[in-house]
């Protein structure tokens, strides 16, 4: 049975809102249901949510999360919930100019993620505002490939 997807997303300026509404269209055509949630507003209670989550956040600052994410990774940080049931995927934005702190948003929630016990499925996308590949576009090459990871994960475990 298909597990249903929340996509969280961090962002500044919409472009990982852009990326999230491409990846959930690719979701959605394999059958699945798929809900995006700003982040605004969110705390660790979202990971009680059934089925796999998709964290989709830009970087700012000094390698830091966007406005909108920053009280939903201090909650994660604070109250470090056992998140060993969950299985997620995460699309970094960011930018090579930014040579020190590059994707650092997005990794900044695998690494938390991944140390309060959750699983990621599939490598990271980190998108590179200053290559060549439009975000939502990798976004949804990207998501095309998490999805085979997704029923393969599925399959072994039915
Ligand atoms: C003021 C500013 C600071 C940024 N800082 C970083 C950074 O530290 N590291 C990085 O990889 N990208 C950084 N970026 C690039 C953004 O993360 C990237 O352009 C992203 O696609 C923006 O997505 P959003 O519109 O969803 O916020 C920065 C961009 C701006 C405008």
């Known amino acids: 049975m298909a597990q249903p997807i929340t996509i969280l997303v961090g962002t500044m300026t919409g472009t990982a809102e852009l990326v ?9 055509g394999s059958g699945r ?11 660790a209670g979202v990971f ?15 390698g830091d999360v966007p406005d909108n994410a920053q009280a939903f990774l201090s909650d994660l940080k604070q109250r470090r919930p056992d998140l060993g049931h969950v ?17 650092n948003g997005g990794r900044q929630f695998d690494e938390l993620l991944a140390a309060l016990g959750a699983l990621r499925i599939g490598e990271r996308l980190d998108h590179n505002a200053s290559g060549p590949d439009l975000p939502e576009d990798a976004g949804a090459a990207w998501a095309a ?14």
């Open 87 to 103: 299985r997620y995927g995460v699309i970094g934005l960011g930018d090579s100019t930014y040579f020190d702190t590059y994707c």
């Open 33 to 43: 249901k798929v809900e995006i949630l700003a982040m605004d507003h969110l705390d």
């Open 20 to 28: 999230a509404d491409e990846v959930k269209g690719v979701l959605e």
């Open 48 to 62: 009680a949510r059934p089925g796999l989550f998709l964290v989709c956040t830009s970087t700012y600052g000094q």
């Open 145 to 158: 490939d998490w999805l085979g990871l997704l029923d393969a994960a599925e399959q072994a475990a039915a």
